[in-house]
């Protein structure tokens, strides 16, 4: 067999456009935060014709690029953050971002099909991917043929144990005058306790006491926090300088 065969140029068919402005704090998964995003096909694929039929499904497969860490390759063996980054997995044996290829996928809710200024959109939810992320193909969610009940998860078998969040007045009253401001983002405190629950901090910031200020970037706000007692606590939601 030749090397052609094995070697193909790869074009992105759409863009997804999602709250997470930063890598860090999004959710290790799919489905695991209910945030809404958007699936803006792209080029000669916008077109109404290639998603015709889509909304028969409740779920669709993105295969998408981590395009984000392509500059840094990838490698052999990956630490994955479950085990606390001190056990070493290959590549293959793990969901680790640096992979040969760049290529990541995710299950994702698909609420309905937008035409909107000669864009077709998809809105969707429960994406792991940060803002802008390149897909590369889109493909219906079969449960028949996709759901494996009897499925062994290994290290991943079970959802991360969530952490409570707690908000102060400061926090709230910001989070409130966002959402009349931007009354399409309503849930923006839902969308931060469920990012902040999954606790978005290394495995061995874990293991003690920390007393580390946190940020992350959802839309275009600056969300900061620190854990205490095993709590997230939310302090201050200002505008964003990432
Ligand atoms: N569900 C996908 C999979 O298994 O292929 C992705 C899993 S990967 C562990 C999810 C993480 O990838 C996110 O938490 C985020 O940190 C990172 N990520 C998301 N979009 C990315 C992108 N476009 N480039 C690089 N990293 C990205």
Redesign the pocket.
Known sequence: MTQDLFSTQIEAVAVCHTP?KQ??G?????GLVDARGFVELIGQFNHLDTVRGIEQYSHLWLV??????LAQGWKTTVRPPRLGGNEKLGVFAT???FRPNGL???VVKLHQVIYKNGKVMLEISGM???DN?PIIDIKPYIPFSDAINSAQGGMAQDAPILKPVSFTELALAQISQYEQHHPQRAGFEQLIEGVLAQDPRPAYKKAKADPKRYQVALYDRDIFWHVDNDTIFVTEIVPTTV
Not at 64 to 69: D, S
Request: contains cysteine; proline residues 8%; glycine residues 4%.
């Open positions: 997470y890598k860090f999004i959710p290790r998964q799919p998408f690029c981590f395009h984000e860490n969901r680790a971002t990541g996928q995710s792991d991917l940060v992320t």
